[in-house]
């Protein structure tokens, strides 16, 4: 098979060679993504200290696969001020936390000044905290509602003190599927370009994309690929987080949803399709820790952090409102067979954990 001899050689996949991908059985297309993922990384598995903020549910689009923003679905609205927010990240620099992670809706009320102001007020009372805000639907949001360019918004978030981007708001890039799950929110030509001139400032992001719902195979492809072309221009993607669509409290009519088997196989695609970008991320909060683990076989190299808090997963479903212990982390990485390997939000790794280090295995 042409599929087969393409990976046994490693050539750069096309497009016809990733649908492919999805023929080949779970094991065989498993082995490959290993083979790439240990090539590079070895046994190590990556995570970090973190803790998510998200302000406010209050968000002026409505896209049907969210659960999070207030509305019938979730009829909890609420705005967090400045100063909670900084209680929040205070409370966390004590416990050790070394990223923050602020995602939030659309709201007209927490303006691109409200953030500008958190984030140069945390960088001045904790300077050593990674900030990782702002995707890149918020970027847009922002910036339309200033009437600024892109770059003017990216400008004002660096000189605040923004580290780097998540990469929220990918969803779908295909524009059909995305006119429906999310019509209104950023385009894709649209989230690309704001990550591209994020690079060019010399700053680093992650890119997601959101599968399970009513995208089909050929959407995922699609996806992967646009973001190999950005990486091929600038390199500034660390990671590349699948994640799984999460069913409760949501507008879309989904009758079949994903087997973990569907689930393995597209993290397994995303390593073998994505030679350029560095980490594959299995995001234990939309697939549990248990199959995040698994996954760590199958191409990925990093399960996210430690969270403490979150929101947005949480309300559709995911049981990741209260984050994850550290030493479950740690536990279950090691039972598995792999390393933990404590890492900052660029990848530097900050530590390597022993056997030691589990509970269980003490």
Known sequence: MKILEKLKNQKRLNYEDALALYELDLFTLGHFANLKRTSMWGKKVYFNINRHINPTNICKDICKFCAFSANRKNPNPYRYTKDEVLHI??????????????????????????????????KARFPTIHIKALTAAEVHFLSTLHDLNYEETIEKMIEAGVDSMPGGGAEIFDEKVREYVCKGKVKSNEWLEIHELWHKKGKFSNATMLFGHVEEKEHRID????LRDVQDRTGGFNAFIPLVYQRDNNYLKVDNFLGSQDILKTIAISRLILDNIPHIKAYWATTTLGLAMVAQEFGADDLDGTIEKEAIQSAGGAKSANGQALQDFLDVIITSGFVPVERDSLYNELKVYEESACGVCQ
Do not use: C
């Not at 000044?113 to 984030?119: G, K, R």
């Not at 996806?223 to 646009?226: I, Y």
């Open 89 to 122: 990240v205070e409370e966390a620099f004590k416990r050790g936390i070394k990223e923050i992670h602020v995602v939030s809706a659309h709201n007209e009320e927490h303006d691109l000044y409200w953030y500008i102001d958190v984030f140069k007020t945390i």
């Open 223 to 226: 996806h992967m690929l646009r």
